[in-house]
T-cell receptor, first 112, second 115 residues
Framework: EDQVTQSPEALRLQEGESSSLNCSYT??????LFWYRQDPGKGPEFLFT???AGEEKEKERLKATLTKKESFLHITAPKPEDSATYLC?????????????FGQGTTLQVKP | DTGVSQNPRHKITKRGQNVTFRCDPI?????LYWYRQTLGQGPEFLTY????????KSRLLSDRFSAERPKGSFSTLEIQRTEQGDSAMYLC?????????????FGPGTRLTVL
């Protein structure tokens, strides 16, 4: 069964304190791995798509990496406005519809 | 391009009532998805449309749920005889077929509360 597990469930950082969020996945042929940011009461906002092991993508203070079993979202020198829930999702190669399978998310709080 | 829109943003209803939500995808996106998200969890897939055809339904979508996408444009999700367990955020997403993956863009969601 295709599955995504994110850790930790919650993370508190001081402003400027870098850290990483983990996304472990089991999927029948990975078509793509996606990172989203979700603010309270809002829909997920797209951040990155990764397709193959070894791929990396960056956007401002965020960098996403991918291996054959997991993905990391590295946050460098975070600011309070980075506080949100970060969701990881996969698309299985066996799926013809492209539906996403999500993890439960990591809630990040950055204190000034 | 104004993104995916959903209406209403919030809906409060009494148990047993019917409710209908609307989703307007990004123009020219041929794929449309509905997900449900409960507190503290990631979104869960409900159903998928390619143009006007509904091609997959999750087992989460009981007989009380029905979705349509007439003419391959906007979509509606109807819940009949609502139950308290239906309380959740209902999310709509749209995408184009593009290469290896299908990046999905989400709307703001409709928060349903069943009393």
């Amino acid at each position: 069964e295709d599955q995504v597990t994110q850790s930790p469930e919650a993370l508190r950082l001081q402003e400027g304190e870098s850290s990483s969020l983990n996304c472990s996945y089991t999927v029948s042929g990975l078509r793509g791995l996606f990172w989203y940011r979700q603010d309270p009461g809002k829909g997920p906002e797209f951040l990155f798509t990764l397709y193959s092991a070894g791929e990396e993508k960056e956007k401002e203070r965020l960098k996403a990496t991918l291996t054959k079993k997991e993905s990391f979202l590295h946050i460098t020198a975070p600011k309070p406005e980075d506080s949100a829930t970060y969701l990881c999702a996969v698309q299985a190669g066996s799926s013809t519809t492209g539906k996403l399978i999500f993890g439960q998310g990591t809630t990040l709080q950055v204190k000034p | 391009d104004t993104g995916v829109s959903q209406n209403p943003r919030h809906k409060i209803t009494k148990r047993g009532q019917n409710v209908t939500f609307r989703c307007d995808p990004i123009s020219e996106h041929n794929r449309l998805y509905w997900y449900r998200q409960t507190l503290g969890q990631g979104p869960e897939f409900l159903t998928y449309f390619q143009n006007e055809a509904q091609l997959e339904k999750s087992r989460l979508l009981s007989d009380r749920f029905s979705a349509e996408r007439p003419k391959g444009s906007f979509s509606t999700l109807e819940i009949q005889r609502t139950e308290q367990g239906d309380s959740a955020m209902y999310l709509c997403a749209s995408s184009l077929v593009e290469g290896q993956g299908y990046t999905q863009y989400f709307g703001p969601g409709t928060r349903l509360t069943v009393l």
